[in-house]
């Protein structure tokens, strides 16, 4: 019997899922990336008990966590004070701990494992209008900017949040294997670390009226990121005095659309779903539908029917997890005396529930393929 063809644009963390994913269910899988090389932007990612179940799915959880940090709790701290908030640790609430990896590291896995599985990878090789695909399914995963899905599905574009987050990789993350959010009116800064403590990730959020930049991603001046974050205390001050490279991403998103496909043709990942990265679930939403597009491609009756189950299966649990992260954007950037009354409550219930502030995320946490 002939096998079916499927063409993935894109070759993130969603593209390179999703083409795994397809090759592991039988199909003859070829994957067009613009680039001349699969990313290294980005710096660190969290990956979550959802994800890790994804990735296992995949056969690529073993390899992700020997080039992983993990991360058994979350520290949420006054960023100025440096007082510690609230210590919500994955073991109490029955999760396994988060997985710290850098991009790069973790793209490479996918890819390896993509490659092994004979998925053929295509660079230099943009997808755009008229374009003439001839595969029996197409499975757009181009990013937040989502050119070719726009084109072809009809995704409005996407709006700045008036958020922009600062990335940096700084030296020195041994000792700490936590993720620290260090909160502040209207700012925050996640730290943690990476490479086994050898480097320490930051990613620093500030308000901002506007992004007039033409890129999504620019490098950031070292003096300013310092004179807006240099005041934070512990670790966050440390890693603002202490970068010399860093990076700004303007933070954009729309609302998740109704309809994902047309045809053959359908997106996962940042293309169909943009969210903001306070609950760092952008990448473990994109393995969680590539586990799920596989099956639905393969077992409907038709390519148009498997989309069709695919958007059904995610659609509510995806835009749950786009408005959760909304919901820590407005924590962890409140004013006092709002924030007073937060940060009290978050105390309170770590003394008198243990555990209930990560199991409030047990619907997030505890998918399974
Ligand atoms: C500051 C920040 C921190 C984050 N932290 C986390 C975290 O801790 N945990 C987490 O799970 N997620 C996190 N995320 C989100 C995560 O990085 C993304 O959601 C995830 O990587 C999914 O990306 P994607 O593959 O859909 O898109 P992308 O990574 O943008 O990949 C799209 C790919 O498509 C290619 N492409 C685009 N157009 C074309 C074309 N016309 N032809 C061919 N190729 C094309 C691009 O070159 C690119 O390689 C974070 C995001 C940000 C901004």
């Given amino acids: 019997m002939t096998r079916r063809s499927v063409t993935v644009v894109g070759g993130g963390v969603a593209g390179l899922s999703a083409a795994l994913a397809l090759a592991l269910a039988g199909w003859r899988v070829s994957l067009r990336e613009r680039s001349d090389a699969f990313g290294e932007t980005g710096a660190g990612l969290q990956l979550g008990a959802n994800a890790q179940a994804a990735l296992s799915r995949l056969g690529c959880l073993e390899a992700a966590r020997r080039d992983s940090t993990p991360l058994p709790e979350i520290w949420l701290r006054d960023g100025r004070g440096g007082r510690v908030i609230s210590r919500q640790g994955f073991a109490r609430a029955g999760h396994p701990p988060n997985l710290a990896i850098h991009r790069a590291d973790f793209v490479r896995v996918l890819a390896d494992a993509a490659e092994a599985a004979g998925v053929d990878v295509c660079f230099g090789a943009a997808v755009g209008e008229p374009w003439d695909i001839e595969s029996d399914a197409v499975v757009l995963a181009d990013g937040v900017k989502a050119p070719v899905s726009r084109a072809a599905l009809g995704f409005p574009a996407p709006a700045f949040t008036g958020q922009v987050a600062w990335r940096a990789l ?105 969210t903001l990265p306070f609950l760092a679930q952008g990448a473990g939403m994109a393995l969680e539908d590539a586990v799920v597009l596989a099956p639905c491609l393969t077992n409907a009756p038709s390519v148009g029917e498997g989309w069709e189950r695919f958007t059904e299966s995610r659609r509510n649990r995806v835009v749950r997890i786009v408005a959760a992260a909304d919901r820590n954007a407005w924590l962890y950037h409140l004013r006092p005396p709002l924030s007073w ?22 619907w997030l946490l505890g998918w399974r393929p």
């Fill in 170 to 274: 700084v030296p020195g993350g041994e000792g700490g294997d936590r993720a620290e959010v260090h909160m502040a009116p209207g700012a925050h800064m996640v730290t943690y670390p990476l490479r086994r403590g050898k480097l320490l990730n930051v990613v620093a959020v500030e308000e901002r009226s506007g992004w007039a930049e033409e890129g999504w991603s620019i490098p950031g001046d070292p003096s300013l990121f310092r004179d807006i974050f240099g005041g934070f205390s512990g670790r966050a001050g440390d890693a603002a005095r202490l970068a010399d490279e860093v990076s700004v991403w303007g933070l954009f998103k729309r609302p998740v659309p109704r309809t994902w496909h047309a045809g053959k043709v359908g997106a996962v990942g940042d293309a169909v779903h943009p």
């Fill in 341 to 362: 009354a937060a940060g009290a409550g978050l105390s309170l219930g770590d003394r008198i529930a243990p555990g209930a502030a990560l199991r409030q995320f047990d």
